[in-house]
């Protein structure tokens, strides 16, 4: 069974940079990630997701530019460097394993989140 822990988010001001974790244990990490966010009211929202060994990314439009996905395979750590953050960015910030797909239900791992509050 896969665990996923998030860390990172925080109350911050709009500009301003932030970098979540995701360390994952109880299996291999050679899995294909995401980093999904979810506002009160809304669905869950596909941010970015990388291959296993890295060299494939993706993002939605509305971060591109500003959060950048990022892995250490060795230290079994997803990242995700989010710059000039937006009062829109502010959410709660899930990584999954198991898909690079943008559709939430391909992901079968999921972590408990960690909350991003961006005031303008």
């Known amino acids: 069974q896969l665990q996923l822990v998030e860390s990172g988010g925080g109350l911050v001001q709009a500009g301003d940079s932030l970098r979540l974790s995701c360390v994952v244990s109880?299996?291999?990490?050679?899995?294909?990630m995401g980093w999904f966010r979810q506002s009160p009211g809304k669905e869950r929202e596909f941010v970015a997701a990388?291959?296993?060994?890295?060299?494939?990314?993706s993002y939605t439009d509305s971060v591109k530019g500003r959060f950048t996905i990022s892995r250490d395979n060795a230290k079994n750590t997803l990242y995700l460097q989010m710059n000039s953050l937006k009062p829109e960015d502010t959410a709660l910030y899930y990584c999954?394993?198991?898909?690079?797909?943008?559709?939430?239900?391909?992901?079968?791992?999921w972590g408990q989140g960690t909350q991003v509050t961006v005031s303008s």
């Open positions: 109880g299996h291999t990490f050679m899995y294909t």
């Open positions: 999954a394993a198991g898909s690079m797909n943008t559709r939430s239900q391909t992901y079968p791992y």
């Open positions: 990388i291959s296993w060994s890295g060299g494939s990314t």
